[in-house]
């Protein structure tokens, strides 16, 4: 089993800065992706960035390019989305999930998901 732990999200004006965290423990092994997703009331999960844990490998949705990046921290084995110049349209509960095939924007190809963490952007 993968546990999943997101935390960091919270209320910011438009403009302002947040990064979030997720913590992988459990049977994870050096093959992975972390992707991040996020979900606003009423619309479908999208997808906003991913790393392959091995290779470093990254993507990242249109909508995020140049604002959000995506890390992570070896020894922590912890993924880091840090996110700037945020819009009130980025308000949504950020999930981040693992995959062990391909890194893929779909969320049905992730194995394991995060309890979520919400991000509030205001106006």
């Known amino acids: 089993q993968v546990q999943l732990v997101e935390s960091g999200g919270g209320l910011v004006q438009a403009g302002g800065s947040l990064r979030l965290s997720c913590a992988a423990s459990?049977?994870?092994?050096?093959?992975?992706?972390i992707g991040w997703f996020r979900q606003a009331p009423g619309k479908e999960r999208e997808f906003v960035s991913a790393?392959?844990?091995?290779?470093?490998?990254?993507y990242y949705a249109d909508s995020v390019k140049g604002r959000f990046t995506i890390s992570r921290d070896n020894a922590k084995n912890t993924v880091y989305l840090q996110m700037n110049s945020l819009k009130p349209e980025d308000t949504a509960v950020y999930y981040c999930?693992?995959?062990?095939?391909?890194?893929?924007?779909?969320?049905?190809?992730?194995?394991?998901w995060g309890q979520g963490t919400q991000v509030t952007v205001s106006s």
């Open positions: 999930a693992l995959d062990y095939g391909r890194l893929g924007v779909d969320p049905k190809e992730y194995d394991y």
């Open positions: 790393i392959r844990w091995s290779a470093g490998r990254i």
């Open positions: 459990g049977r994870t092994s050096s093959s992975y992706v």
